[in-house]
Every structure is written in C-alpha cells, then in structure tokens.
C-alpha cells in the first residue's frame, strides 16, 4: 500500500489559515486521499476526502497536485476547536480487503 | 454526536478473561469497522462486515472475534485477554462498503484496561 508523508507537529494562532501538507509520492491512480482527525479523548472525525480535484466542504479545502503525488489540507480560520491530529491517507479503490492506514499524522497546536 | 454509539464506555478486566464490546452504527449504514488505538501501536483496523458478512481484515488476533447482526449492530470479543490489549477500542460505519468512497464515521470508544 502506498505511503503517506506528515510532519509530526505545526502550530497556528487562532482565526489564521493553516496548509497541513501530506507527501505520498507512490500513490497509485485509484488512490482515494482521505483526512480524518482526532481530538483529544475523541473518536477519529471524518474531514475530506479526493481523487484527482480539489474539493471543498463545510470543514475545510483539500488540494491535490498536478501529478497527485502530495496533497494540502486547508483550514481557512483556524479555532481552538480545531487543535488535533490529522491523519492523511491513502485509500485504494479496489474490490475488497481495503482499509484505512491511519499513520501517526501531524499534531496541530492552535494558538489563542 | 457521530451517530454511533458505543458500549461499555470503560471497561476494567483481568488477564485470562473474556469481554464483548457492543457497536451500534448509524441509521442506515450497513458497513461497521473496528479498529484498536494503543499509546504504541496508533490506530490500527482489525475487522470489516457490511450487512453481515465479514469484508476485510486487519491485524486481529485469533483470540479477538467479531460480527454484525441482523439488526446490524456488531459485537467485538475479545477473550484470553493480556495486559497488552488494553486500548482504545473504536467502532465506526459508513453507509456502503467500499471504503475509498465512504464517510467512516467514528463512535466514542471504549476503553479497555487490563489488569
């Protein structure tokens, strides 16, 4: 399965934007980028996910490069809320047997 | 709230024994998934079913068991336990079954201590 990339940390200061980048340099064309995150003493949270285009929701932009070998999470004001670790993944679409490989993703810390 | 709900919400055993961990998932959804958090091992995925067959697996131990029931809760078993089986134990669901495609959304946890 194909790797994926984080840095283990980032900081931000409350209502500033925040690019949490994601490196997956073997990824393969059914390929799914999924973002999910964990708050403290919470279950995983779904955030966004993509193939080839960037996509936009409620929580936050994801955009994907040219040749999809690496991804950026975006949230555009960052809160408190958002202090977490988020988890980029690599899913591949194909008949049965596939799973999420949550790494140990990157610890957001926002600053009031 | 996730839609999913979880129970016990801890869970104090010995080693030896043996526990069952209930999920319910969110109405509607047909695919619930277990995984395992441990301070060492992260998250891991165990196990897969989606309307009651088992779909895909993970890491799990032989001495875990797992499946859906027709109202399609899920039950996790964990028996012969060790002290290292204490974790975090998440359940969550989406709606269809291939997970590339699907929202997986997570219930609270239990947390399991092994004495």
């Known amino acids: 399965d194909a790797k994926t990339t984080q840095p283990n940390s980032m900081e931000s200061n409350e209502e500033e934007p925040v690019h949490l980048p994601c490196n997956h340099s073997?990824?393969?064309?059914?390929?799914?980028i999924h973002w999910y995150r964990q708050l403290p003493s919470q279950g995983p949270e779904y955030v966004i996910h993509?193939?080839?285009s960037n996509v936009n929701n409620r929580m936050a932009s994801l955009a994907i490069a040219e040749d999809r070998k690496s991804s950026t999470l975006i949230l555009h004001r960052a809160t408190l809320r958002d202090a977490a670790v988020y988890y980029c993944?690599?899913?591949?679409?194909?008949?049965?047997?596939?799973?999420?490989?949550f790494g140990k993703g990157t610890k957001l810390t926002v600053n009031p | 709230d996730s839609g999913v709900t979880q129970t016990p919400k801890h869970l104090i055993t010995a080693t030896g024994q043996r526990v069952t961990l209930r999920c319910s998932p969110r109405s509607g959804d047909l695919s619930v998934y277990w995984y395992q958090q441990s301070l060492d091992q992260g998250l891991q995925f165990l196990i897969q079913?989606?309307?009651?067959?088992?779909?895909a697996k993970g890491n799990i131990l032989e001495r875990f068991s797992a499946q859906q029931f027709p109202d399609l809760h899920s039950e996790l078993n964990l028996s012969s336990l060790e002290l290292g089986d204490s974790a975090l134990y998440f359940c969550?669901?989406?709606?269809?079954?291939?997970?590339?495609?699907?929202?997986?959304?997570f219930g609270p946890g239990t947390r399991l201590l092994v004495l």
């Open positions: 073997t990824i393969s064309g059914t390929d799914y």
């Open positions: 993944i690599l899913s591949p679409f194909r008949g049965g047997s596939e799973k999420l490989v």
């Open positions: 993509g193939l080839t």
């Open positions: 969550a669901s989406s709606a269809g079954a291939i997970v590339a495609q699907e929202t997986q959304y």
């Open positions: 079913y989606y309307n009651g067959e088992e779909r």
